[in-house]
């Protein structure tokens, strides 16, 4: 085999291996960016339900039960 083949061999390993990693770096970016979303979407939900209007609906809907349960 020539030097040239050789070469051009070894430049095919480094590309596929340089691929592998990047795949890598890919998956973990999605990874990253799937968490972010999962926080900001979950203090956006928050935000849109105040903490005092969900628990006097959860009273409202507590006393309504006790006095189905009277009847």
């Not at 979950?42 to 006393?63: C, G, L, R, V």
């Amino acid at each position: 085999m020539s030097a040239k083949v050789i070469l051009e061999n070894e430049l095919e390993e480094v590309d596929m291996e340089q691929e592998k990693d990047n795949f890598w770096l890919y998956i973990g970016g999605l990874i990253v960016f799937v968490i972010a979303l999962v926080f900001v979407f979950k203090n956006t939900h928050k935000e849109a339900i105040p903490e005092k209007a969900y628990q006097e609906t959860s009273k409202e809907i507590d006393e309504q039960i006790a006095k189905a349960k009277q009847q």
